[in-house]
């Protein structure tokens, strides 16, 4: 493909008008897929994100349950940014696909002459009532940011006994292990130190999990804690100061509430694709569970409708479960389809919707879940049952996944 028509490496500036390769988001997603076009000798490529600093997100269970400091799942931007590869230090407002241009919240037009969407999931905290006004205050903490894991910690180390609440939200979200994986460590952590404690999931979900295979462990695993749960169950209202969180009963057909009290709760907000996309008809999914989400071909994850805009990551419609191991299962595969597609080819790669769920359920415990779109398990290492309870997978997550993150993923070669 030919080289941009006119910009200047680093940052970005008013000069940029059009690249070939324009990636929208500099998350996982965003930067493992540039690594791998340039690992594949590919020119004129440009990221489009506004952050200063790249997080290693799933490790934010880790820094919540006390293992290890937030400080140590952040590096700056722009070490990860591929070399080669320019930054646009900026946030997209819209996406204009008949024009082949995105523009920025600062009103620049950037065209290009293939659009890669990867900005990952929107958090959106207001949805929730009350929520905005308490968070990091009155026992009320989430994992979901930065800022808030190490303040789960603190609430958890001084938990002197009562209840404690852990939420999962209606519709889609980014690593749904999350929410079940700090309420086991954080029930490990009460029963290690004898604190008495009622330990609640109350989740929108209808179980434990979403693939039958993993179910029944799971299922154990609450069972040896005596978690209580409550399925069908989404929060709505969360009031710090008299620590009361308020659900609404999904299968009720009045959608009757129920207000519980609480000593601490973890809030896993409600999450969306962000409103550039939501709000475009053009590329937009319009119905079903996948309403809001950058529509593409759950196989080749290319746009029916705009041939030359593909999608990969969280924001995308492909039904599999929002996870950092689904995106290095996507990134070959999108690379193999843009490099056909750039030769005149038919799209050769198929995704399965291969996802991973490093299910943490104690202090040195985890099972580890691989599914693919119809739910079958695809487990990758061979003669272990990653199903059970295991010490050698807990390490796996503590040290292997973020070595592989930082110094493999990211750098597009695993």
Known sequence: ?????????????????????LIVGGGTAGISLAARLRNAGRDGIAIVEPSDTHYYQPAWT?????ILPATETARPEASVIPRGVTWIQSRVAAIEPNANAVVLEDGRRIEYDELIVAPGLQLNWDAVDGLTDTLGANGVSSNYAY????????????FKGGRAIFTFPAGPIKCAGAPQKIMYLAADYFRKHGIKAEVVYASATPAIFGVKHYQAPLDKVIERYGIKTMFGHN????DGAKR????????DPEKKRVTLSFDMIHVVPPQSAPDFIRNNAL???????????????????QNPDYPNIFAIGDASSTPNSKTGAAIRAQAPVLV????????????????????????????????LAEFDYDGNPTPSIPLIDTAKERWSMYMLKRHGLPWMYWNLMLKGKA
């Open 244 to 251: 009361e969180a308020t659900f609404e009963m999904l299968d």
């Open 62 to 66: 880790l820094v919540g349950a006390g």
């Open 336 to 367: 193999q389809n843009l490099l056909a597609r750039a030769a005149s080819k038919a799209l050769p790669a198929k995704y399965n919707g291969y996802a991973s769920c490093p299910l943490v359920t104690g202090y040195g415990k985890l099972i």
């Open 1 to 21: 493909m030919q080289a941009p028509v006119v910009h200047e490496s680093g940052r970005g500036s008013a000069l940029e008008v059009r690249y070939p390769t």
């Open 147 to 158: 800022e808030l894991a190490p303040k789960t910690w603190e609430y958890i180390r001084n």
């Open 235 to 238: 929060l709505v209202a969360v």
């Open 283 to 301: 590329l937009a999914a319009s119905d079903g569970p996948t309403k809001g989400y950058l529509r593409v071909d759950p196989a080749t994850l």
